[in-house]
């Protein structure tokens, strides 16, 4: 009307329609959102579970604005843009279960380590060796570093089987080779450094023994008697 035109029923139409599928979209995203709030509270879910319940999510909403929307032109419009919003919000919402995934298995992988591994990883508390401070030749071996491999592999299998059954979600298998990548590789350091803690006790077991036949010796020849002086000849 400001350029001198006059407007027709068809264009007064077209501007109803155009609103009633703008608002069908805007209703038909909400209800998806009220739909994903429900089944995100379960998050992490398995990526098969998710996608189920996200199609179901999707199917409703796009069933949603099929009932309100109508005109051809502006329906087939805001229905494309409808299903681009719910590509985009299936994006969103499969890296939001992902992290939600990733962040309980290491959390459950942290307390099995805490449990199970961790107070292993320190090296074992060896007794002196004989003859050192508090002769601890008769002590016990003190427990509980690793010192063989076939320890931390019980212990990283036995990790493995509590996870498999606690943790969720699609991070669940990387989560899973990191930790043992990591952690399989701190544990053979501590069996080593135990392997060598134990070498060097018995080297300095070793000397020790061979300083007691010395001073054994040694003792020996100074309690021996004199032996008697010949008499000097006529």
């Not at 298995?105 to 942290?110: G, S, V």
């Not at 071996?141 to 299998?157: C, F, I, K, N, W």
């Not at 450094?193 to 010395?214: D, F, K, N, P, S």
Request: aromatic share 6%; glycine share 6%; net charge negative.
């Amino acid at each position: 009307m400001e350029h001198g035109g006059c407007p027709t029923i068809a264009t007064a139409w077209e501007s109803v329609m155009a609103q009633e599928c703008e608002a069908a979209l805007d209703g038909a995203l909400r209800g998806y959102r009220r739909a994903c709030e429900q089944f995100a509270a379960r998050l992490p879910m398995e990526v098969g579970a998710l996608a189920e319940a996200n199609f179901a999510a999707e199917r409703a909403a796009l069933d949603s604005f099929d009932q309100r929307a109508v005109g051809s032109d502006a329906a087939r419009r805001e229905r494309r843009a409808l299903a681009a919003k719910l590509t985009d919000a299936w994006k969103g919402l499969l890296d939001e279960n992902h992290n939600a995934s990733a962040t309980q298995c290491r959390l459950t992988l942290r307390e099995l380590y805490e449990a199970i591994m961790r107070p292993k990883l320190e090296p074992p508390k060896l007794p002196a060796a004989a003859g050192e401070a508090g002769d601890g030749a008769d002590e016990p071996p003190v427990p509980p570093g690793y010192t063989e491999m076939s320890q931390v592999d019980a212990d990283l299998r036995a990790v493995r089987e509590q996870y498999l059954l606690r943790a969720r979600g699609p991070a669940r298998h990387s989560m899973l080779a990191t930790f043992v990548e990591e952690r399989g590789l701190e544990a053979a350091r501590s069996v080593m450094y135990a392997l060598i803690m134990m070498h060097e006790r018995e080297a300095r077991m070793i000397e020790v023994g061979i300083q007691r036949i010395y001073i054994y010796f040694a003792l020996v020849i100074a309690r021996a008697p004199t032996a008697p002086r010949p008499f000097p000849p006529f």
